[in-house]
């Protein structure tokens, strides 16, 4: 009877060992300002990690209450996030950022100020308790028609995109918050938008280990404690599966030829690009197979039934011999090993900030204030004649193409609000589709128009608006918070290289003549 009960008890143990890994290699989101019950129930039965998004968030205050909530439950739960800054940000969904994204870090081309950037950034984060983020883009953006990627990567040139992928690493990690280097490996040459459908990338080895790879390499080199992989299919390194899905490329490629330690963590597995194809539960049994550690869900399924059904998944598929469960434990462990480097780089961070040491990155043009001096030295203002400065109160025209997801809807974005403040009276409106000219020349009357687009060169309708009001109206003022691929045009013509609140506010600084 006791070699039964001994053995009983083993046996349970197995089973409690397997559960909790597979909770610990889920990232699950949750609605709700703050953690619901379930979520505090499964952090107490294994779950390690929550990924945050706008919703989430309130305010500072609120976020790093609900921080400290978690964390009550478990003390070294890793709080991930995904704040790129510029476009895409969640700490500040609502206003815009306070901080440039990308492109305009590589348009101005200076890594210092890059590093400077993501560590405030960094701060800015730890402050409110969030110890990982799903950042940096290391895309290369050779495909500029790209639906998905655009102003998050730091550019079309390869060597550029390595050093600003490596100092922004650096920078936030300097802040003791893991870095996220993202998209493996590399979303930047697709045509389709992953939330949507699963692209495809036809280049052949040779390009892809000089282009694509190569800011890999560099976040590796820098130390990047994670990276996420894309839901894109690569046929020149695996045909059959797309990279979160494949062994090939996450344990072949990124592990054994580059070397890489940390953690590995997929992209949101309930995008289309997988859950369309595979499903999320096969799709997240496979990722771990391939060589994942991390499960992000919850962008858009965010409730403990997900959890249950992957928790579920993964502990079957060890069961019927589908997954080793070495593979599993050994995806926990870096889990847990990435808790720890965060734990301790907080108790560092705390101990530096009791002893008044600046050791956690802070430097000249700390916080905020280095957002604004990166969106304005990004600025690039070009005209066919000297400009003629606004003789009264404008009327700004925003061109507005439809957001992709990971951007959102929710930001506000423009030069609008910023103008206002400073010349009292500017007036606004939103405008698409094939009578957008029409409608803002009816709309501005005799006032100045300021036409504010994102991407023209991907939207036919937003040229040809342009073109329409150029003609009517020559002085017309354009600014571009996109790609500016298109050829500069306007009176002047204002590209802020992403479209951040502080590039917003660089631009309407440059036409009021501030």
């Known amino acids: 009877m006791t070699t039964l009960a001994s053995g009983t008890?083993?046996?349970?143990?197995?089973?409690?060992?397997?559960?909790?890994?597979?909770?610990?290699?889920?990232?699950?989101?949750?609605?709700?300002?703050?953690?619901?019950?379930?979520?505090?129930?499964?952090?107490?039965e294994g779950l390690a990690s929550v990924g945050l998004f706008g919703r989430n968030i309130a305010s500072p205050e609120q976020l790093s209450a609900l921080t400290a909530q978690l964390r009550a439950e478990r003390d070294d739960v890793l709080v991930a996030i995904d704040e790129e800054g510029g476009d895409v940000t969640r700490l500040e969904v609502r206003s815009g950022s306070s901080y440039p994204g990308n492109h305009a870090l590589g348009a101005v081309d200076d890594v210092e100020l890059t590093r400077e950037v993501a560590s405030a950034l960094g701060r800015r984060l730890a402050d409110c308790g969030v110890n990982l983020n799903w950042a940096p883009s290391a895309d290369v953006n050779s495909n500029p028609g790209n639906p998905v990627i655009g102003v998050r990567s730091f550019g079309a040139d390869t060597d550029l995109v390595a050093r600003h992928t490596a100092a922004y690493v650096t920078g936030l990690q300097s802040a003791g918050v893991a870095a996220c280097t993202k998209h493996f490996p590399g979303?930047?040459?697709?045509?389709?938008?992953?939330?949507?459908?699963?692209?495809?990338?036809?280049?052949?080895?040779?390009?892809?280990?000089?282009?694509?790879?190569?800011?890999?390499?560099?976040?590796?080199?820098?130390?990047?404690?994670?990276?996420?992989?894309?839901?894109?299919?690569?046929?020149?390194?695996?045909?059959?599966?797309?990279?979160?899905?494949?062994?090939?490329?996450?344990?072949?490629?990124?592990?054994?030829?580059?070397?890489?330690?940390?953690?590995i963590v997929t992209d949101g597995m309930e995008m289309q690009a997988i859950a369309a194809t595979y499903g999320i539960e096969r799709g997240s049994v496979l990722a771990i197979g391939a060589g994942a550690d991390a499960i992000c869900v919850g962008g858009g399924l965010a409730d403990d039934e997900?959890?249950?059904?992957?928790?579920?998944?993964?502990?079957?598929?060890?069961?019927?011999?589908?997954?080793?469960?070495?593979?599993?434990?050994?995806?926990?462990?870096?889990?847990?090993?990435?808790?720890?480097?965060?734990t301790a780089a907080a108790a560092r961070r705390a101990e530096n900030a009791g002893s008044g040491s600046g050791a956690d990155g802070g430097g000249p043009g700390d916080g905020e204030e280095i957002g604004l001096i990166a969106a304005r030295r990004a600025l690039r203002v070009?005209?066919?004649?000297?400009?003629?400065?606004?003789?009264?109160?404008?009327?700004?025209?925003?061109?507005?193409?439809?957001?992709?997801?990971?951007?959102?809807?929710?930001?506000?974005?423009?030069?609008?609000?910023?103008?206002?403040?400073?010349?009292?009276?500017t007036e606004t409106g939103g405008f698409s589709g094939d009578d957008a000219a029409a409608e803002v020349l009816a709309a501005a009357g005799s006032r100045r128009i300021v036409a504010v687009v994102r991407d023209e060169h991907r939207h036919a309708w937003m040229a040809t608006a342009l073109d329409t009001l150029l003609t009517a109206?020559?002085?017309?003022?354009?600014?571009?918070?996109?790609?500016?691929?298109?050829?500069?045009?306007?009176?002047?013509?204002?590209?802020?290289?992403?479209?951040?609140?502080v590039c917003g506010r660089a631009a309407a600084e440059a036409i009021a003549g501030e």
Request: aromatic share 4%; glycine share 8%.
């Open 382 to 425: 070009t005209s066919s004649g000297p400009y003629t400065p606004l003789t009264g109160a404008p009327y700004v025209a925003a061109l507005t193409p439809v957001a992709n997801i990971a951007v959102g809807d929710e930001t506000p974005w423009g030069v609008a609000a910023e103008l206002a403040r400073l010349v009292p009276g």
């Open 187 to 263: 979303h930047g040459d697709t045509a389709v938008d992953s939330h949507h459908a699963l692209p495809r990338i036809d280049a052949g080895l040779p390009v892809l280990q000089a282009r694509e790879l190569a800011p890999f390499r560099a976040a590796i080199a820098a130390g990047t404690r994670a990276v996420m992989s894309a839901h894109i299919l690569v046929p020149a390194l695996d045909p059959d599966r797309p990279a979160t899905l494949s062994r090939r490329i996450l344990t072949g490629l990124l592990r054994e030829e580059l070397g890489y330690e940390g953690l």
């Open 306 to 342: 997900t959890v249950r059904r992957l928790r579920d998944a993964l502990v079957s598929a060890v069961r019927t011999g589908e997954l080793a469960e070495e593979r599993l434990a050994d995806a926990a462990a870096r889990v847990r090993a990435l808790a720890r480097w965060t």
């Open 473 to 501: 109206r020559p002085d017309t003022i354009v600014v571009e918070m996109g790609v500016p691929q298109a050829p500069p045009r306007g009176a002047p013509h204002i590209a802020t290289y992403g479209a951040a609140r």
């Open 9 to 44: 008890a083993a046996s349970n143990a197995d089973k409690d060992d397997l559960t909790r890994d597979a909770l610990t290699v889920l990232q699950p989101g949750f609605t709700g300002t703050t953690a619901p019950d379930w979520v505090l129930r499964r952090l107490g």
